[in-house]
């Protein structure tokens, strides 16, 4: 994912210092080269042979030192960098940067690059608030420089609010992007993806996909037709955007795509254990799943063999639980969003579901065309919600599953964060 990109990882003095090690992991993990610089008041936080262990290059700690210098000078260090980034940037950092001072190896190094540079801030949020710091990230970006974050939350110190630094994960996906914008947006659909840059960032968003399967003997099911496109496609869009993903996938044909967290599924009664197993974690829960409505009974122990004489077999079915619906009404619910897969009436149906799964957003479509929806590579979607009491609604263009799956992902990102989960 990221193959011999090379890396500045520099690391200011803050608590968040410690998370920056899992960024490194990350970022080794993915293929990239990453050398590490410290300022002094990060080495207050973590020590530099933490990360030297895990980059396995040395650490640089200070400007002027003659060892260090005979090895790879400031000089070269800044030329070497493909992307320099700061995890954590602290106020004091940012505010360095942008009187573009040089009392230090990081500072210098970023006056002296050409390179990117991204940076993390992270901070209690009364210093993040304070004019002087958001004065000095406007002026890093009209610098040019890149902030990722910050997210806002629970902090060390207690307060609530925002500054804290993304996770992470969160940050890796979003220097794997700036990575390959770095290396030219080869179309337009590079471009549309880059768009959805950072809109879920530090979030996590369980999809539910595909069809279940209910056993009705060890050798039988009963199924659909649904392949997962969709949910798959909206699991790669919502990563696109900086997300964390969980993907609970009943039984497809399709490959996961890569840095999902897959939950292979069969049933709807597995697949609601394992939507319930990340609930607490989960901002986003969007159900994409085709689950069968009913299943046998009991599952025989062993094949049903067929009897001599007997024309005719019942079989005794019971409902399953809704899947959407439960994670709609638990204490811990997350922003929901659900299908409805209509064959008429379409938009009267869905917005009935709507109300009565207690869904944050539903999008509907049309099963009754052959051309789009289940097992298509296309699809044609209405999205509803409700606002003030009123419901509305928006329909995006007839598209290709990912380029529409990019679509409902900035819209569900958007009356997200509106609704300020
Ligand atoms: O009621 P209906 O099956 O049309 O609702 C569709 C929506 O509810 C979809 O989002 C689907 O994933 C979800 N659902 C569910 N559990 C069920 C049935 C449907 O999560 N048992």
Known sequence: MLAKVRILLGISGGIAAYKSAELTRLLIKAGAEVRVVMTEGAQAFITPLTFQALSGNPVHTHLLDPEAEAGMGHIELAKWADLIVIAPASADVMARLTAGMADDLLTTLCLATEAKVLLAPAMNQAMWRHPATQRNAQQLEAYGYQLLGPDQGEQACGDVGPGRMLEPEALAALIHQAAEEKNGLANIADQQVASLRGLLAGKTVTITAGPTREAVDPVRYISNHSSGKMGFALAEAALNAGAKVNLIAGPVQIKAPEGVDLIPVQSAR???????????????????????????????????????????????????????????????????????????DVEAYAADKLVRKNLDMIIANDVSRTDIGFNSDQNAVTLLWQEDGALVSESPEQAAKQDLAQDLVRCIASRFHQEKH
């Open 270 to 344: 597995e697949m609601l254990d394992a939507s319930l197993s990340v609930i607490a974690s989960t901002d986003i829960f969007i159900a994409a799943a085709a689950v069968a409505d009913y299943r046998p009974a009991s599952a025989a122990d062993q094949k049903m063999k067929k009897q001599p004489g007997q024309n005719d077999l019942v079989l005794h079915l019971v409902q399953n639980p809704d899947i959407v619906a439960t994670v709609a009404k638990h204490e811990e619910r997350p922003f929901t969003v659900g299908f409805a897969a209509e064959t008429q």
